[in-house]
């Protein structure tokens, strides 16, 4: 069987035909459209088709991305990285900052709790607090005891 070298180039020739000037314009139109093709491409691809090979047997067209060298893939790979990390990094860092927020609203509340807690004397029984607007607390003076010695007094005072 006949050995194949890795790389094997064969040409084309156009003769100053109408029918191969046309082809030839036809070839370079066609290319003019797809860019990432080449001559050998399209000559392959016709070779494929006028041999009547089934397409599952033929090989898949090459792309862009597969003729791009790999220093370029590698440099569009890192660039989507990169913008990935800083997209989850913003994200992360917006989440920080509003939870950091909600920690700072929530310490100033528990403040003020602690302010109301040490203004209010708590020695009072349950049935003398009426709450006011849910968030305070009022607390009732409780009825004070008479001491009865300055209740006797006080008549006499009252005499005077």
Request: with cysteine.
């Amino acid at each position: 069987m006949f050995q194949w070298s890795k790389k094997v180039v064969k040409s084309v020739t156009f003769n100053p035909e109408l029918a191969d000037e046309s082809l030839l314009a036809q070839v370079e139109s066609y290319l003019d459209k797809q860019p990432d093709k080449t001559f050998s491409d399209l000559c392959k691809e016709a070779l494929w088709q006028s041999l009547c090979v089934p397409e599952p047997v033929q090989p898949a067209p090459q792309t862009a991305a597969a003729t791009k060298p790999i220093e370029q893939q590698i440099g569009e790979l890192q660039r989507q990285v990169a913008g990935l990390e800083e997209r989850f990094l913003a994200k992360g860092s917006n989440r920080l900052e509003a939870m950091e927020h909600h920690l700072l609203q929530l310490s100033q509340q528990v403040a003020q709790l602690a302010l109301i807690v040490n203004e209010r004397s708590f020695i009072q029984s349950p049935t003398q607090l009426e709450v006011v607007n849910n968030t305070s607390y009022s607390v009732a003076t409780p009825p004070q005891e008479v001491d009865p010695v300055i209740s006797r007094l006080s008549q006499f005072l009252d005499d005077f």
